[in-house]
């Protein structure tokens, strides 16, 4: 498996001149566009990785998974769903466009809109605990307590998240989100947590056992680890998802930092980076990777 992994990279690492990194965050554009890692941790307890693994980078948008599990733990389907769709969108991640047409329900918790309606609804008195609540769910998924976030990244995507703020507001204005501000702060932090490959496969391997940890815990419970594979599925790639479900078929969450989180059920779980980014925000390299990882193992669920 080492062996496949690391040819793997090596065939797809050429690829990343392809894409462009995330540099409306400012922190983003000073990452390496040539790295390309993979990490894969199975049920059966083996450990395999290639590349670029060692490298850390921020969550970004595969923070919304977290954030949809803490929301539904706190509020309750019902609640979180009043608010935010369960349906695909063909749209970017960061549009606006259906907010006007809904009116103001984001259609999916994957897209920014409906991830800052998901944050809004965890609950704590303060910031700072509602953060601390996200940072210890990842801590605990990833089995690694020194997870932290970066900081330089909160202060650039703070100081330049004008599309976010604008559609916080606009949210605010039916009634979906209540502190804009307190949202916001939350939502840039979650953003900012630090991993990398290996937390991002141990992660997903927990979501591929229903929510359990190695020692066989129950961390999250395991109708929620079934739901959001299931928004992974849909709408997890962006509005690239169901290329991505057709030509994969592995449940998967990409963020703009580069990294995928993937899951494949009962199989394992899978961490991916490569920061250069094709233009709809996912990785060049790592969407090759998972494609070709999967056709080689027959992952797909499908």
């Known amino acids: 498996?080492?062996?496949?992994?690391?040819?793997?990279?090596?065939q797809h690492r050429p690829s990343v001149g392809e894409g462009k990194l995330a540099d409306y965050i400012p922190q983003l554009s000073e990452q390496d566009p040539t790295a390309l890692g993979?990490?894969?941790?199975?049920?059966d307890g083996e450990v395999y990785s290639a590349g670029d693994c060692p490298e850390r980078f921020t969550m970004q948008s595969i923070s919304k998974v977290?954030?949809?599990?803490?929301?539904?733990?706190?509020?309750?389907?019902?609640?979180?769903?009043?608010r935010v769709g369960m349906e695909p969108t063909g749209d970017p991640f960061n549009s606006i466009y259906k907010l006007e047409q809904a009116p103001g329900k984001p259609l999916n918790p994957m897209i920014n809109a409906g991830a800052l309606v998901v944050s809004s609804l965890i609950k704590g008195s303060t910031v700072e605990e509602r953060v601390g609540r996200?940072?210890?769910?990842?801590?605990?998924?990833?089995?690694?307590?020194?997870?932290?976030?970066?900081?330089?990244?909160?202060?650039?995507?703070?100081?330049?998240?004008?599309?976010?703020?604008?559609?916080?507001?606009?949210?605010?204005?039916?009634?979906?989100?209540?502190?804009?501000?307190a949202t916001l702060e939350l939502y840039f932090q979650q953003c900012s947590i630090a991993i990398n490959c290996d937390d991002l496969a141990q992660m997903g391997l927990c979501l591929a056992r229903l929510g359990?940890?190695?020692?066989?815990?129950?961390?999250?419970?395991?109708?929620?680890?079934?739901?959001?594979?299931?928004?992974?599925?849909?709408?997890?790639?962006?509005?690239?998802?169901?290329?991505?479900?057709?030509?994969?078929?592995?449940?998967a969450k990409s963020g703009v930092s580069g990294g995928i989180l993937a899951s494949v059920p009962e199989r394992m779980g899978i961490g991916v980076?490569?920061?250069?980014?094709?233009?709809?925000?996912?990785?060049?390299?790592?969407?090759?990777?998972?494609?070709?990882?999967s056709r080689e193992l027959n992952l797909s669920i499908f």
């Open 212 to 251: 359990q940890n190695d020692a066989g815990e129950q961390v999250i419970p395991r109708e929620l680890a079934r739901l959001v594979k299931t928004f992974m599925v849909t709408c997890g790639m962006y509005n690239a998802s169901g290329e991505f479900a057709i030509l994969a078929g592995i449940p």
């Open 134 to 181: 996200v940072l210890s769910l990842v801590r605990r998924m990833a089995e690694n307590p020194k997870i932290e976030l970066d900081h330089a990244v909160y202060y650039s995507e703070r100081a330049t998240g004008f599309r976010n703020r604008s559609m916080a507001y606009f949210l605010k204005e039916f009634g979906m989100i209540e502190d804009v501000e």
């Open 38 to 43: 993979i990490s894969v941790r199975t049920c």
């Open 273 to 293: 980076f490569g920061p250069a980014l094709d233009e709809k925000g996912n990785s060049v390299g790592g969407v090759r990777l998972l494609k070709g990882l």
């Open 1 to 10: 498996m080492k062996a496949f992994l690391e040819e793997l990279v090596n």
């Open 66 to 82: 977290i954030t949809l599990i803490l929301a539904l733990m706190d509020r309750g389907g019902e609640a979180v769903f009043e």
